[in-house]
C-alpha cells in the first residue's frame, strides 16, 4: 500500500473516531433529556411537553411566553416544573391548563379540543315547541300544540304528521322502537306511542302518524323501555314493573310483572340479552333487611307465557316474584 | 490420536464461537427490550451512531480505491513492464501466465467469453497457458463444450490445456477448490516436462465467467515483478460484476455492486485484506504449500489463510487497481433471482469455516506474533460477526424498546427522542447510497443495444431499494452459514448456475 494512501486512510479513520467520541455523548444526553447549562455549567435534566391541538395550527403559549410553534409542537429542553399552558386560534375558545413537565420525561397535552366559537348556531323551527324527537333515520319530530311535524336534521322540508294536539307537560324521555316504526314518550305519569306509519304505508309523507295514550299511574313512573319485538313496553314506577302490549285502536293490555319492597334506586334495561336489572331490598338469610340486584330475563321463552297471560285478560293476575 | 481429538475439540469450539456470538447478541437485545427497553435504546443509537460513522469512514475508502482504480486502469501495464530494468531478478518476459479455469456446467455462452477477453489482453499471448479443468460429474456436454472452445481458441495462446477433474477422489469435497487444485496439478506435470521454473509462472484461478480486463496481466506481471516478496503475495484484482449487469434483476445488482463495493474497500485495508473470487499468485507458492484446499468450499480465501500459516504470517495480499468482470447471479424472475443470491451469499458467509481453520492453525505454529494471531482471528470473526447482526440490528431490533417497552417507556425522553433520532441518522447514512449511486454509474459498462435507453434511470433510482434489500438478505445467509456452522452441518459447494438472461426491464 502506498504511503499517501496509508496517511489518507489515517486521517479518514482518526476523524471518524474523533466524530464518533465527540458525537455520542451529545446524542445520548439529548436522547436521555440532559442539557448543559452554558451559565454554570451543570448539566441538568429536561422535560419535553407535547402539545397537539383539533384543529391543528394553535399558537402556543407556556408559562405566559408566546412560542413562535404551533400545534402540534414538541417543545424541549424544559427544566422540571409546572408550566401554564394556553392554546389559542382565531375562531375558537382558548384552552388552559397547568401541566408538571418530568424530568426526563415526555408530558403530552395532545388531547385538546378547541370548541368553535358559536357563530353558526341558529333557530331551524318555529315557535311553540313542546318537545321534540330525533329519530335514527334522519328526521325531527316536533311535539306541538298545533299537531306532529318532521323536518329533516336542519330544520327544512317541514310536514304535519298529525293533529294531535295535547302533549303530556313535563316530558321525561322519548325512546323509538327497535324497529324505527313509532316512538314512545312518557312523563311522571303518563306514557303515549306515536305510530309512525301505523298502516305501513308506503307513502311516508302522507299525514299518517297516530298518537295514543297507552298508560296512566298513579304512581311515579320511574322508566320505560321497548322490548325488542316492538310490540310491548316496559314500565317501571317506584311501585312495580308492568308490561303494556300496544295494539292501535284497541286499549291497551297491561300485565304486572314485579312488586317492589321498596322504591327501586336503579333500573337498567340491556337489550342485547333482554335483561331488566334493578335494586330492591328483601329479607336476608341473617333476618335482616338489605338491597340486592336483581335480573328479570324477558328473552322470547318468558315472553311467550306472558302473551298467554295477556290473551286470557287477567289484568289482576297475582305478582311474579323472581 | 490424542493430538487430534484435542484438534477436532478446538476446531468444533471455534465453529461454534460466531454462531453463539450471533445467536447470543440477537436473543439478548430481543429479551432485553422486554426487561430493559432503556438499555437497548441505548445500544441501538450507540449503535446507529456507529454505523453512520463506520459507513461515512468506509466511503471515504471506497472513494480513495476508485480513484486509484480510475487511474491505474487507464494505465499501460505493458510498457510499464518493459521499461523496468534487470534489478528485479526477473524481467516480463521471463514470465509465464498460467490462466486456470475450474467449469462444471457452463455453456459457451458464457465460456467463450472468458477466453475472448485472454485474447484482448494488452500481453503477449505466446506466454500463456490456458487450463480448463472441467468436473467430470458435470457431464459429456461439459467436455464437449471445453473440447469446441480449445478448438476455436488455442491457437491464439501458447499452451490450452483441458482436462477432467475425476469425481470423488479420495479427501476431496465437491467443491471448486477439487477441481482448481486438480487443474494445477496437471499444469504441474507440463511444467516438469517443459523444464520451467515455478516462481516464472504465475497462476491466476477464475470463475468460468471471468473477463479479465486486457490491462490485466501486464499490471499483474508489473507487480509479481516490482514485489521484493512476490512468492509471498497473492495479487488480487477488484471484482466487478458487469458481464450481464444490464439484464439483472435490481435485487441481484444491488448485491454484487455491494460486494465490489467491499472489495473495493477492502483493498484499503490491508491489514486484514484476503484473497477473494478471481486472484492471482505464484506458482512455486501454490507449489509449496499443496495447492487449494479440496475440503473447503470458501477455497479463494482458505488458500490465503494456508499461505499465511505456511510461511508463518509473512505472507500479504497485493491489491490490483485492474478489473476482473464476471456475471451477476440472477434469474428471470424476481423470487428466483432472490433465492440465488440467498445461496451465493451465504457460501460466501460460510467462508467462517476459515476462524476455526485459523485458530487451529495458529495454535500449532509458535511462529507467528501471538499479537498477530490474535488480531487476525479477531479480524475473521468480527466482520463475520458484524455481517450476521448489523442489519438485523438496524432494521428489526432497533424498534424493540418501542414496541415491547410499554406506555412508561413511550412517556420517558428516550423513548420518545429514539424514533426521530434513528431517523436522522438513517437519513444521514443515506448519503452512502449517493456514493454508491456515482461509483456504480462509473463502473457501469455501456448499455446493449437490446436494452431500452430508460434502464439508466433504473441505474440511478435502484439504491432507493438498498434499505429493503439490506433487510431481506443483508444478515440473514450470514446467520444462517454460521448457524449450520455452530450445529455441525456442513454445507456442501452450492455451484452458482451461471446464464445469460436477457430480462427485460427489471
Not at chain 1, 316496559?234 to 314493573?241: L, S
Not at chain 2, 489482453?121 to 463444450?145: C, F, H, L, Q
Not at chain 2, 496439478?185 to 515455478?198: Q, R
Not at chain 2, 486472484?279 to 504449500?289: G, N, P, Q, W
Request: charged share 25%.
Amino acid at each position: 500500500m502506498r504511503r499517501r494512501d496509508r496517511v489518507k486512510r489515517a486521517i479518514a479513520f482518526y476523524f471518524c473516531v474523533s466524530l464518533f467520541c465527540a458525537v455520542l455523548p451529545i446524542l445520548l444526553s439529548y436522547s436521555l433529556g440532559y442539557q448543559i447549562d452554558f451559565h454554570t455549567l451543570r448539566i441538568y435534566k429536561t422535560g419535553i411537553l407535547y402539545v397537539e391541538s383539533r384543529p391543528a395550527g394553535a399558537a402556543i403559549t407556556l408559562s405566559g411566553r408566546m412560542l413562535k410553534d404551533v400545534t402540534p409542537a414538541q417543545i424541549e429542553e424544559l427544566k422540571p416544573g409546572i408550566y401554564k399552558v394556553e392554546v389559542r386560534r382565531d375562531g375558537f375558545y382558548p384552552w388552559e391548563k397547568e401541566v408538571v413537565v418530568r424530568p426526563n420525561m415526555v408530558t403530552r397535552a395532545d388531547r385538546i379540543v378547541l370548541f368553535p366559537i358559536a357563530q353558526e348556531m341558529k333557530i331551524i323551527s318555529e315557535r311553540s315547541i313542546s318537545d321534540f324527537a330525533i329519530s335514527g333515520s334522519g328526521y325531527i319530530y316536533y311535539m306541538k300544540k298545533s299537531g306532529l311535524f318532521r323536518t329533516n336534521m336542519d330544520g327544512t322540508n317541514m310536514k304535519r304528521f298529525s293533529a294531535h294536539a295535547v302533549w303530556p307537560s313535563g316530558l321525561v324521555g322519548k325512546k323509538f322502537s327497535p324497529d324505527g316504526d313509532k316512538f314512545l314518550y312518557f312523563s311522571r305519569s303518563a306514557v303515549g306511542v306515536v305510530y309512525l306509519n301505523p298502516d305501513k304505508s308506503f307513502d311516508q309523507s302522507a299525514m299518517a302518524a297516530k298518537v295514543e295514550d297507552v298508560f296512566t299511574s298513579a304512581d311515579p313512573i320511574i322508566d320505560v323501555f321497548w322490548y325488542p319485538g316492538s310490540g310491548y313496553i316496559i314500565v317501571v314506577t317506584d311501585k312495580d314493573i308492568k308490561v303494556v302490549e300496544l295494539g292501535v285502536g284497541t286499549a291497551p293490555n297491561t300485565v304486572p310483572l314485579y312488586k317492589f319492597n321498596a322504591t327501586p334506586q336503579s333500573v337498567f334495561y340491556d337489550e342485547g340479552n333482554n335483561s331488566l336489572y334493578f335494586v330492591d331490598t328483601r329479607i336476608g338469610a341473617d333476618s335482616k333487611e338489605s338491597n340486592y340486584l336483581y335480573r328479570l330475563d324477558m328473552k322470547k321463552k318468558f315472553f311467550d307465557a306472558m302473551i298467554k297471560m295477556l290473551s286470557r285478560q287477567e289484568p289482576n293476575a297475582g305478582y311474579e316474584k323472581r | 490420536m490424542r493430538d487430534m481429538r484435542r484438534d477436532r475439540f478446538y476446531t468444533r469450539l471455534f465453529e461454534i464461537i460466531p454462531g453463539f456470538l450471533t445467536w447470543t447478541t440477537i436473543a439478548g437485545l430481543f429479551i432485553l427490550a422486554f426487561i430493559k427497553p432503556l438499555w437497548v435504546a441505548i445500544f441501538v443509537i450507540t449503535f446507529d451512531l456507529y454505523w453512520v460513522i463506520r459507513m461515512t469512514y468506509l466511503s471515504m475508502l471506497m472513494l480513495f480505491a476508485y480513484r486509484r482504480l480510475a487511474r491505474e486502469s487507464k494505465e499501460d501495464w505493458l510498457k510499464k513492464c518493459e521499461s523496468l530494468s534487470d534489478g528485479h531478478g526477473l524481467r516480463h518476459n521471463d514470465i509465464y501466465h498460467a490462466v486456470l479455469f475450474p467449469s462444471y456446467r457452463e455453456g459457451l455462452d458464457i465460456l467463450e467469453p472468458s477466453i475472448e477477453a485472454l485474447e484482448g489482453a494488452n500481453y503477449p499471448k505466446d506466454t500463456m497457458i490456458v487450463i480448463m479443468s472441467v468436473e467430470e460429474r458435470a457431464g459429456p456436454e461439459a467436455w464437449a463444450n471445453a473440447v469446441k472452445v480449445k478448438k476455436a481458441h488455442e491457437r491464439h495462446f501458447w499452451q490450452f490445456i483441458i482436462t477432467r477433474h475425476p469425481d470423488g477422489l479420495p479427501g476431496e469435497m465437491k467443491v471448486k477448490g477439487a477441481n482448481a487444485t486438480w487443474g494445477a496439478k496437471v499444469l504441474k506435470e507440463f511444467l516438469d516436462a517443459k523444464k520451467i521454473d515455478y516462481e516464472r509462472v504465475i497462476i491466476s484461478c477464475f470463475d468460468a465467467d471471468t473477463c479479465a480486463d486486457r490491462e490485466y496481466f501486464g499490471c499483474l506481471t508489473y507487480h509479481y515483478l516490482t514485489n521484493p516478496d512476490r512468492t509471498r503475495s497473492s495479487y488480487q484484482p477488484i471484482p466487478v460484476y458487469n458481464n450481464n449487469i444490464w439484464h439483472a434483476r435490481t435485487v441481484a445488482r444491488i448485491l454484487e455492486l455491494g460486494s465490489s463495493f467491499m472489495q473495493m474497500i477492502e483493498t484499503m485495508r490491508w491489514e486484514k485484506f484476503v484473497t477473494f473470487s478471481s486472484h492471482s499468485m505464484s506458482f512455486k507458492t501454490l507449489f509449496a504449500v499443496g495447492y487449494w484446499p479440496v475440503d473447503m468450499i470458501s477455497d479463494d480465501s482458505a488458500i490465503y489463510w494456508k499461505c499465511f500459516l505456511h510461511f508463518n504470517g509473512r505472507y500479504t495480499v497485493v491489491p490490483m487497481y485492474v478489473t476482473v468482470s464476471m456475471d451477476v447471479a440472477t434469474e428471470r424472475k424476481i423470487l428466483p433471482t432472490v433465492v440465488k443470491q440467498y445461496k451465493q451469499k451465504r457460501r460466501w458467509a460460510w467462508g467462517v469455516e476459515n476462524f476455526p481453520y485459523v485458530a487451529v492453525g495458529f495454535m500449532h505454529n509458535n511462529r507467528i506474533p501471538l499479537f498477530t494471531k490474535i488480531r487476525r482471528s479477531l479480524n475473521i470473526l468480527e466482520s463475520h460477526y458484524t455481517w450476521a447482526v448489523w442489519a438485523i440490528i438496524v432494521t428489526f431490533i432497533a424498534p424493540l424498546p418501542l414496541i415491547f417497552g410499554g406506555g412508561l417507556f413511550r412517556q420517558t425522553a428516550i423513548g420518545y427522542n429514539l424514533p426521530s433520532v434513528s431517523a436522522v441518522l438513517f437519513n444521514m447514512s443515506l448519503f452512502t447510497a449517493f456514493i454508491c449511486m456515482f461509483i456504480s454509474l462509473k463502473l457501469l459498462p455501456p448499455r446493449p443495444d437490446d436494452v431500452k435507453p430508460q434502464k439508466r434511470l433504473v441505474m440511478y433510482t435502484q439504491w432507493l431499494l438498498a434499505p429493503f434489500v439490506v433487510a431481506l438478505l443483508g444478515s440473514t445467509p450470514a446467520i444462517d452459514a454460521q448457524t449450520r456452522l455452530m450445529l455441525g452441518k456442513y454445507m456442501h459447494f452450492y455451484v452458482t448456475e451461471k446464464k445469460r438472461h436477457r430480462t427485460p426491464n427489471s
